[in-house]
């Protein structure tokens, strides 16, 4: 488990070192220490909070033997840990054929990007594979360059992209762009992100904010006339999601002026939000789909781009040519994901489990002065913790004191913008063991004074 101090975490703060002083056996002090001494340090992943031994379910286990529900796994774990028809599928992969050089095609390759183009809608049926999700939207920006002539993106601040350089520069994260010395990818625009909740304009409802943050692409769309694309992800993971209409305004702004729209599904797809994708619920299609993450099915490295057929326009130089590009193993794994994801039916109980998660999380929320607001769709979905209600500040400190009575209750989540209890379980969760989990986080929330 790992949690970083940009995501309300203090590497001295006090609920860590009471988290450290209630857990003091020798095994999980020697690991963290080595960890320390080994690994390069850096935000996001240094220092780690405990240790993992196992993984099974929505479970993970520690090496003093506590058990923790991951409510975070880096949105990977759409089908828990160790599915046992995954594992049967990648140990049959590696006994019939490991590893496939490029310029050579195989059998699971194809099935997978097949598979693909048949659960992406309209006419997105052109696939590449790459080994990460930074690396599929820098794909996507290189295709959008190729297509258009042009080299300008729009992307929301805050937004995350991927670590790489392209992807960093069209992502909005402080922790990934102000370390780098110099110029980040020239053109790389940024507008203000989708928040009716801490938008300015928006005082009663999306409805009477005219969709600004919409308007706003329009906008600088209209004025740099030379924008590829739009990148952006359907749905905030923070989370957020967008208000209604906002995609199919944005939508008509790409086609008005010639821009593409590259949707980053990465963490929200694959069913997470209740729909194969997320920008099912907005009605709209985007020209380029990057999927990552849960596609590995929680055991390997994969990532995709989808986009239109006549979006493939880029045969006559490389824009994605990695050594495991049609790599038969993790193209076995992605493509009996998605078999597992179809035949449990996970998205449409990703679609129950969060509405009934919703409900629930909305209905403690009154009883507590610090909820400020409970959102999500699917089984992505966030509590914001604030001083109070009326001013709406961000509580740094007291999300992080609730975490950490969360985590020692056996839940592990992640907190996002410093303050949201972002809480994204296994669509194979049981309706029991998430209402425990919804539970655990009640009580912490209303231990605060």
Not at 322 to 348: M, S
């Amino acid at each position: 488990m790992k949690i970083s101090h940009t995501e309300g975490e203090s590497n001295q703060s006090a609920a860590r070192r009471a988290w450290a002083a209630r857990h003091p056996d020798a095994v999980t002090r020697d690991l963290l220490a080595r960890d320390g001494d080994a690994f390069m340090h850096q935000s996001l992943s240094s220092p780690c909070v405990s240790t993992i031994a196992r993984a099974d379910g929505i479970w993970i286990e520690d090496t003093a033997g506590r058990r923790f529900m991951d409510f975070h796994g880096n949105s990977v774990h759409h089908i828990g840990y160790g599915h046992p028809r995954l594992i049967a599928a990648i140990k049959d992969q590696l006994d019939t054929l490991s590893f496939a050089p490029r310029r050579f095609t195989n059998e699971p390759a194809v099935q997978l990007a097949e598979k693909l183009g048949q659960i992406a809608p309209a006419d997105l049926s052109k696939v590449l594979f790459t080994t990460g999700g930074s690396d599929a939207n820098e794909v996507a920006l290189k295709i959008a360059r190729a297509a258009t002539g042009r080299f300008k993106t729009i992307s929301f601040w805050d937004a995350f992209h991927g670590a790489g350089f392209g992807a960093a520069s069209v992502g909005g994260e402080a922790t990934f762009r102000s370390h780098i010395a110099g110029p980040l990818l020239p053109g790389a625009e940024h507008v203000a992100p989708f928040n009716c909740y801490r938008c300015p304009y928006n005082h009663a409802g999306p409805d009477t904010c005219g969709l600004a943050c919409a308007g706003m692409i329009d906008f600088v769309l209209g004025r740099e006339t030379d924008v590829a694309a739009v990148i952006a992800e359907p749905m905030r993971a923070v989370p957020v999601v967008p208000p209604p209409g906002f995609w199919k305004q944005v939508r008509a702004a790409c086609d008005r002026h010639g821009a593409l729209l590259i949707m980053d599904e990465i963490p929200t797809g694959l069913g997470k939000t209740g729909r194969m994708f997320a920008f099912d619920h907005d009605e709209v299609i985007p020209d380029i789909v990057t999927l990552g993450k849960a596609l590995g099915g929680g055991v390997l490295p994969i990532a995709a781009v989808i986009a239109r057929k006549d979006l493939d326009v880029c045969g006559d130089f490389a824009i994605g040519h990695y050594t495991h590009e049609k790599n038969p193993v993790t193209a076995r794994a992605a493509l009996t994901t998605l078999q597992i994801i179809e035949d449990e039916g996970l998205v449409e109980r990703s679609a129950t489990l969060g509405a009934h998660a919703l409900h629930r999380l909305q209905a403690f929320a009154s009883r507590s002065p610090y909820v400020g607001d409970v959102r999500g769709r699917g089984l992505m979905f966030g509590v914001e913790i604030v001083e109070d209600r009326a001013s709406r500040v961000e509580a740094r400190d007291r999300a992080e004191r609730i975490y950490y009575r969360c985590l020692e209750a056996g839940l592990s989540f992640k907190i996002s913008a410093g303050c949201v209890l972002t809480l994204s379980p296994p669509l194979t969760i049981a309706l029991e063991e998430l209402d425990h989990a919804i539970s655990i986080v009640e009580t912490a929330i209303l231990a605060e004074p």
